[in-house]
C-alpha cells in the first residue's frame, strides 16, 4: 500500500547530542511552532512528528538542578513551604541548594551508596522534593510510594524494587508496615518526616565533605537510573519503570519552552504553581522538577479537602495549575450548582454557552478557518466576566491564567467554557512509561476535543489496530526486573506500545479512542470502546462515574455512582431533603433526570454500541473501596466482580 509524507519522514534514531536545531520566536516571546512532520497510509495520517526545541543533554543530571540555579541567582525564591500556621515561607535558590546537600550528606553518613534504592511514602509536601533531589545528589535512586497504599501493596514495591531506606511522612504511616517488615531483608533504614528524621540526617552529615556529593554527581549522567516509578495496577500487579535522568530532561526541557506562557510568561507576577495532585505520581513529579528547572516558585498541598485547598489557593496565589479532568468537571459543577442556588442558574446556562462559543471562535481564528469572537461576542463576554468567569478564577486563588490538564480526556464543552473564561487549558496524553506528556495541547493552537500535537522531541504513530506508539527521548528504558538482574527494555525497536487506542487527525492532533484492554466485543462481535460513553456522561452534575459493561453480552449496559454534592443540589432546587445515596437507587424521579442523560450520550455511537439499560449503584467509586486507584483509575475488574450481581440483574427481565 502506498505511504505518503507531507515532509521528510523522521529518522528513527535520536539527533545528534550536540545538534541544537535553531529557534525562532515570534513576537509573543514564544518559539515559532513547527508543525508536525506527517506521514500518510491510504490518506489517513498513521504518524506525526515534531522536532525537539531544545537539543538533548551530553552531560549531567538532575541532581545539577538545584546548584545551577543558585549559582544562577542565588536570591530567586524557586519553591514557597507552607508553615504550621498557614502561611507560607519563600526558599530561595541558594538555600534550596544548601538543604539538598545537607540532606545529601546525610544519607552519605548512613551508608547509602550509588544506585541504592530510597522510597517516599508522603503526601505532596515540601521534603517530598527535597528528599528527591537530596537522594538523586547522593546518587541514589528514588522510588515514590502513595501514602494512601495499603502494607501489602507497600511491601511488593518495597521488595520489587530492592529498596533500601523508606521515608514515611508519619511514624502511624511506618507503623502499618510492621508485619510486612519481615519479608523485606533490603530495607535496612526507616525514617518518618513527622518525627524530626530529615532534620536528623542533616546534622548526621555535618562531618561529611561537600566535595563527597561532588563527586557522587559528578559520575551521574542522562543515562543512569534515576527513579523507578511503580504503575497503578489496573490490569494487574504494579510494574517498575525505570526512568532516567535524560528521561525527565528531554520531557521537561521541551515543555517548558514549549508552554512558555506556563512557565516564562510574566504578566501579572513571576509564574508559580500549587501542586495539589501527588507527587508519586509521574504527572505531579514531572511537573515539579520542570518548575525547579525553569525556576518557576513550586508550593505543596498536602490536603485535597475542599475547605483546605481553597484556603491554600486563596493564600498562595499560584498562576498555573495541574489537574486531572475530574477536578475541573467538579469546579464547573460547583459553580453552576452556585449560580442555581443563587436564582441565577439561567444566566450561568447563557454564560457557560457565551464562553464556548468565544472559544470555539478564538480557535478558529487561530486555525485559519474562521475570523475570531465577533463585537458582539466580545461584549456579551465582558458583561459575564465580572459576574461568573472572575468569581470561577477567583476560586482558583484569583491569578490563574493556564491550567495543565492529564490523566484522561476532558470533554470539549468544559475546556472550551475555561477557555472562554479565561483560563487557558492545556491537554495533555502520557504514560508513567512516558516520563509524563507524550503529546500537548500547543499554545496559541488549541484544538479542542484532542489531547494536542507531539511534545517536541516525540513521534506519534497510530498501528494497524489503532494503537498508539510513541518514541522519544522521554521514553523510559525499560520495566525493572529483579530476577533478570535490573532493566528489561521494553522499545526494542525504538517504539512503545501505549496499550491505548487513538486517531490522528489530518494536522497532527491526537485524539484518544479508548484502550485495547478495555474493548468491549459483544455476543454480537461488535466492538465497544468504552471511554466516549463513559467521560460523556461523567461529566453530568448527578454523576461521578460510569462503567460501561458488555463483553461477550448481547448488548451494552453501564453501572453508574451518583455524585451526591450534585444530587443534594438537584434535590434541594426541586424541595426535596437530601438522603443517603443507598436511598436513591430506585428513585423514579432521579431516574428518568439518568435516562435522559443516557438517551444524549447514545447520540455519540451507533445503536450496537448504545447504552441499553444502566443500574444505580448505591455507594461511589474510591480508592479505599478498591475500585478506584490513587489516581483515580477505575479499577474495572475489581468493579465487575463486586457488583457481579448488579450486572446480572442488568441482562434479567426487563425493569417493569
Not at 483546605?308 to 496565589?317: E, I, P, S
Amino acid at each position: 500500500m502506498p505511504i505518503s509524507y507531507s515532509s521528510p519522514s523522521p529518522s528513527p534514531s535520536h539527533p545528534g547530542r550536540n545538534s541544537a536545531p535553531s529557534l525562532e520566536y515570534d513576537p509573543d516571546g514564544g518559539p515559532v511552532l513547527v508543525p508536525p512532520e506527517l506521514r500518510r497510509l491510504d490518506g489517513e495520517v498513521r504518524e506525526a512528528a515534531v522536532p525537539p526545541l531544545v537539543p538533548p543533554v551530553s552531560h549531567g543530571s538532575l541532581a545539577d538542578l538545584p546548584f545551577e540555579n543558585a549559582g544562577a541567582d542565588p536570591a530567586h525564591r524557586v519553591l514557597s513551604r507552607r508553615m504550621a500556621d498557614g502561611s507560607w515561607q519563600d526558599v530561595t535558590a541558594a538555600e534550596f541548594a544548601a538543604q539538598v546537600l545537607a540532606v545529601a550528606k546525610g544519607l552519605i553518613a548512613e551508608g547509602l551508596v550509588p544506585g541504592d534504592r530510597l522510597a517516599v511514602m508522603a503526601r505532596t509536601c515540601y521534603e517530598w522534593t527535597l528528599l528527591d533531589f537530596a537522594a538523586w545528589a547522593a546518587g541514589l535512586v528514588t522510588v515514590p510510594l502513595y501514602p494512601t497504599s495499603s502494607a501489602f501493596q507497600a511491601r511488593q514495591i518495597l521488595q520489587d524494587s530492592g529498596t533500601v531506606a523508606l521515608v514515611t511522612e508519619t511514624a502511624a504511616q511506618a507503623g502499618t508496615l510492621g508485619p510486612e517488615l519481615g519479608r523485606l531483608p533490603d530495607l535496612r533504614h526507616l525514617w518518618a518526616i513527622d518525627q524530626g528524621h530529615v532534620q536528623r540526617l542533616v546534622e548526621l552529615g555535618a562531618h561529611v565533605p561537600d566535595q563527597e556529593v561532588a563527586v557522587r554527581r559528578g559520575v551521574l549522567g542522562p543515562d543512569t537510573l534515576a527513579t523507578l516509578v511503580y504503575t497503578s495496577g489496573t490490569t494487574g500487579r504494579p510494574k517498575g519503570c525505570a526512568l532516567t535522568h535524560g528521561n525527565f530532561l528531554a520531557e521537561v526541557d521541551n515543555a517548558v519552552e514549549l508552554l512558555y506562557p506556563v512557565f516564562k510568561e510574566k504578566v501579572g507576577g513571576e509564574p508559580s504553581t500549587l501542586l495539589f495532585l501527588p507527587l508519586s505520581h509521574v504527572f505531579g513529579r514531572m511537573v515539579a522538577v520542570a518548575c525547579v528547572r525553569a525556576r518557576v516558585r513550586l508550593g505543596h498541598a498536602p490536603s485535597l479537602k475542599a475547605e483546605d485547598l481553597l484556603a491554600d489557593l486563596a493564600a498562595f496565589k499560584p498562576s498555573f495549575l495541574l489537574a486531572i479532568p475530574y477536578m475541573l468537571e467538579k469546579v464547573y459543577d460547583n459553580a453552576r450548582a452556585t449560580a442555581e442556588r443563587g436564582g441565577k442558574g439561567a444566566a450561568f446556562e447563557r454564560a457557560a454557552g457565551t464562553a464556548r462559543r468565544y472559544a470555539e471562535a478564538a480557535e478558529a481564528a487561530r486555525h485559519g478557518t474562521g475570523s475570531g469572537p465577533g463585537a458582539a461576542l466580545k461584549a456579551s463576554r465582558a458583561l459575564y466576566d465580572p459576574l461568573v468567569y472572575r468569581r470561577v478564577r477567583n476560586a482558583l486563588g484569583g491569578r490563574v491564567r493556564h491550567v495543565i490538564c492529564g490523566g484522561s480526556p476532558l470533554g470539549r464543552d468544559v475546556a472550551a467554557f475555561f477557555a472562554g473564561a479565561g483560563i487557558a487549558v492545556y491537554e495533555g496524553y502520557g504514560l508513567t512509561e512516558t516520563t509524563g506528556a507524550a503529546t500537548v495541547t500547543p499554545p496559541l493552537k488549541p484544538r479542542l476535543g484532542t489531547v494536542g500535537w507531539p511534545l517536541p522531541g516525540t513521534r506519534v504513530r497510530i498501528a494497524a489496530d489503532g494503537e498508539i506508539l510513541l518514541a522519544g527521548g522521554q521514553v523510559f528504558r525499560g520495566y525493572w526486573d529483579p530476577a533478570a538482574g535490573g532493566v528489561v527494555p521494553a522499545t526494542p525497536d525504538g517504539w512503545f506500545p501505549t496499550g491505548d487506542l487513538g486517531r490522528l487527525d489530518d494536522d497532527g492532533y491526537l485524539v484518544i479512542t479508548g484502550r485495547k484492554k478495555e474493548i468491549l466485543i459483544t455476543a454480537g462481535g461488535k466492538n465497544v470502546a468504552p471511554a466516549p460513553l463513559e467521560h460523556y456522561l461523567r461529566s453530568h452534575p448527578l454523576i461521578s462515574h460510569c462503567v460501561l459493561v458488555g463483553d461477550r453480552r448481547p448488548y451494552i449496559t453501564a453501572l453508574i455512582t451518583l455524585d451526591m454534592d450534585g444530587v443534594t443540589h438537584w434535590r434541594r432546587m426541586n424541595g426535596r431533603h437530601p438522603v443517603p445515596a443507598e436511598l436513591l437507587v430506585d428513585d423514579e424521579e432521579l431516574r428518568q433526570v439518568l435516562q435522559r442523560a443516557v438517551d444524549e450520550a447514545n447520540r455519540l455511537v451507533s445503536r450496537p454500541e448504545s447504552i441499553r439499560r444502566f443500574a444505580v449503584l448505591p455507594a461511589d467509586f474510591t480508592e479505599f473501596s478498591g475500585h478506584l486507584t490513587p489516581s483515580m483509575k477505575l479499577r474495572r475488574q475489581t468493579i465487575l466482580r463486586d457488583f457481579s450481581d448488579v450486572v446480572e440483574g442488568l441482562y434479567g427481565p426487563a425493569r417493569m
